[in-house]
């Protein structure tokens, strides 16, 4: 199968089918590549278009992409592969959602920004967000899955679930160093 059609998603799906279909679509894309930026790069892609395919608010994720741990300046994320608009560049560990997620290891649902302690607007246009932390196989944070969505309560315990499952497959396929 070439692999731009592993980006297309029927519709009709649950969002539960959907996400099946997602990671089922990464493992693939992972199977014979171990490289991060490639891997991340080809997952970005596969978010957008999964989620584009469904209804809203799904369909109003506006970015998803990686931020990864800096090598040089280690207490800062900087940008990785993505889809969306240009975005910040690098963000501090334990600032911002992105930030928390990669200081604390737990993923960060977020109704609504702008309720969100010392949120970094990247995008004016973004009102809800999910951060997810990218794991090594060691157990080293290695960065973060970020999603931003045009509506309020964009994502929710579905979307969380399925993506901390994506984060995982990522950090363990991957070569990070």
Same mark, same amino acid.
């Given at each position: 199968?070439?692999?731009?059609?592993?980006?297309?998603?029927?519709?009709?799906?649950?969002?539960?089918?959907?996400?099946?279909?997602? +990671?089922?679509?990464?493992?693939? +894309?992972?199977?014979?590549?171990?490289?991060?930026?490639?891997?991340? $790069?080809?997952?970005?892609?596969?978010?957008?278009?999964?989620?584009?395919?469904?209804?809203?608010?799904?369909?109003?994720?506006?970015?998803?992409?990686?931020? =990864? @741990?800096? @090598?040089?300046?280690?207490?800062?994320?900087?940008?990785?592969?993505?889809?969306?608009?240009?975005?910040?560049?690098?963000? @501090?560990?334990?600032?911002?959602?992105?930030?928390?997620? $990669? !200081?604390?290891?737990?993923?960060?649902?977020?109704?609504?920004?702008? $309720?969100?302690?010392?949120?970094?607007?990247?995008?004016?246009?973004?009102?809800?967000?999910? =951060?997810?932390?990218?794991?090594? !196989?060691?157990?080293?944070?290695?960065?973060?899955?970020?999603?931003?969505?045009?509506?309020?309560?964009?994502?929710?315990?579905?979307?969380?679930?399925?993506?901390?499952?994506?984060?995982?497959?990522?950090?363990?396929?991957?070569?990070?160093?």
């Amino acid at each position: 199968m070439p692999h731009a059609d592993l980006s297309m998603f029927p519709p009709g799906q649950s969002k539960e089918q959907l996400y099946q279909s997602l +990671l089922e679509n990464a493992q693939a +894309l992972l199977e014979d590549q171990r490289n991060w930026v490639a891997n991340c $790069a080809n997952v970005s892609s596969l978010v957008w278009h999964a989620l584009h395919s469904l209804p809203s608010p799904s369909d109003k994720v506006n970015w998803a992409g990686f931020y =990864v @741990r800096d @090598r040089k300046q280690p207490e800062q994320l900087i940008l990785g592969p993505f889809m969306g608009k240009v975005a910040c560049q690098t963000i @501090r560990i334990g600032k911002g959602v992105c930030g928390t997620a $990669a !200081a604390t290891g737990e993923s960060q649902l977020v109704p609504d920004v702008e $309720a969100f302690p010392g949120h970094i607007a990247c995008d004016g246009e973004t009102l809800s967000e999910i =951060v997810v932390p990218v794991k090594s !196989a060691s157990g080293d944070i290695v960065g973060v899955l970020d999603l931003d969505c045009e509506e309020l309560k964009g994502f929710d315990e579905v979307d969380q679930k399925f993506l901390e499952q994506l984060a995982e497959l990522v950090g363990k396929g991957c070569d990070w160093e």
